[in-house]
T-cell receptor, first 112, second 115 residues
């Protein structure tokens, strides 16, 4: 498996609290992605990064922000969590455009 | 805009039977296409990819997919299903942006294999 670690693996939080999910890679890949997975929707892209401090929005970016200060770390922040953000979040990496993505094992987030 | 449609959210086959999972894509440029598999409580694993080198693509665990431009399809097949193939399968198309590329996924097909 590609060296991708997501933390935490599980989190329960209350509505209105901030939450940060971390993705750490040891592959030195340029591209990093955050997806959310919900039943009936497949995986939907939240944000992605194409280099240190270079990020762009995906199709479901509202309510989320990201940061990438180092090649190996990509952080996803929910500034004020809502119940609609209850989901499984996956980080993925790739080394070049149009290459396959390698996925982490996911973070299950529950917002009560 | 590029998109992917997977026909059938649930497919059920008997052990030893042919597996056919359908995927149709929409793309204004020659696409890069992928199939991924997800086992329970795990991330997605790459099964195979199409990058225009050959229309019939072979992947892991005897899966293969055929790119048909005229039908805008990239269906996944396996001649003989095993119990261990029970999982969710996702078709994806690569979308090119000025900042790089990203994958757009279909909604997934849950495969059940019956003994």
């Amino acid at each position: 498996d590609a060296g991708i670690t997501q933390s935490p693996r599980h989190k329960v939080t209350e509505t209105g609290t901030p939450v940060t999910l971390r993705c750490h890679q040891t592959e030195n890949h340029r591209y990093m992605y955050w997806y959310r997975q919900d039943p009936g929707h497949g995986l939907r892209l939240i944000h992605y990064s194409y280099g240190v401090k270079d990020t762009d929005k995906g199709e479901v970016s509202d309510g989320y922000s990201v940061s990438r200060s180092k090649t190996e770390d990509f952080l996803l922040t929910l500034e004020s969590a809502t119940s609609s953000q209850t989901s499984v979040y996956f980080c993925a990496i790739s080394d070049r455009a149009n290459s396959p993505l390698h996925f982490g094992n996911g973070t299950r987030l529950t917002v009560t | 805009a590029q998109s992917v449609t997977q026909l059938g959210s649930h497919v059920s086959v008997s052990e030893g039977a042919l597996v056919l999972l359908r995927c149709n894509y929409s793309s204004s440029v020659p696409p890069y296409l992928f199939w991924y598999v997800q086992y329970p409580n795990q991330g997605l694993q790459l099964l195979l990819k199409y990058t225009s080198a050959a229309t019939l693509v072979k992947g892991i665990n005897d899966f293969e997919a055929e790119f048909k431009k005229s039908e805008t399809s990239f269906h996944l097949t396996k001649p003989s299903a095993h119990m261990s193939d029970a999982a969710e399968y996702f078709c994806a198309v690569s979308v090119w942006e000025t900042s790089g590329s990203r994958l757009t996924f279909g909604e997934g097909t849950q495969l059940t294999v019956n003994p």
